[in-house]
Nanobody, 124 residues
Framework: VQLQASGGGLVQAGGSLKLSCAASVRTFRNLVMGWFRQAPGKEREFVGAISRRGGRTDYSDSVEGRFSISRDDAKNMVYLQMNSLKSEDTAVYYC??????????????????WGQGTQVTVSS
């Protein structure tokens, strides 16, 4: 499984950005997909996840109500729509995948495949 995240950039506080993650795998529909982020000097943290077939999404408290995750199994894509961005959202964002979770798990160790990351910078 290869994952390629894109869509990062520089945005003003209060703005929006949409990240994309493309998966190179035939069995994308069987993957639970997650988004994580890592700010300088901090540990990688859970942002959100989406279950197989998109029936369930889970989010961290820090992004609940501002971010949303969706997936398009026909295109092997997962998206992270980020609204009302804050300076504290500045980080490198990673998409991740696993076959083995029932639905989205917030634990880094539970994901087997990772994309290369895309930088999101929110200016205040």
């Amino acid at each position: 499984v290869q994952l390629q995240a894109s869509g990062g950039g520089l945005v003003q506080a209060g703005g929006s950005l949409k990240l994309s993650c493309a998966a190179s795998v035939r069995t994308f529909r069987n993957l639970v997909m997650g988004w994580f982020r890592q700010a300088p000097g901090k540990e990688r943290e859970f942002v959100g996840a989406i279950s197989r077939r998109g029936g369930r999404t889970d989010y961290s408290d820090s992004v609940e109500g501002r971010f949303s995750i969706s997936r398009d199994d026909a295109k092997n894509m997962v998206y992270l729509q980020m609204n009302s961005l804050k300076s504290e959202d500045t980080a490198v964002y990673y998409c991740a995948a696993t076959y083995w979770a029932t639905w989205g798990t917030p634990e880094v160790r539970d994901y087997d495949y990772w994309g290369q990351g895309t930088q999101v910078t929110v200016s205040s």
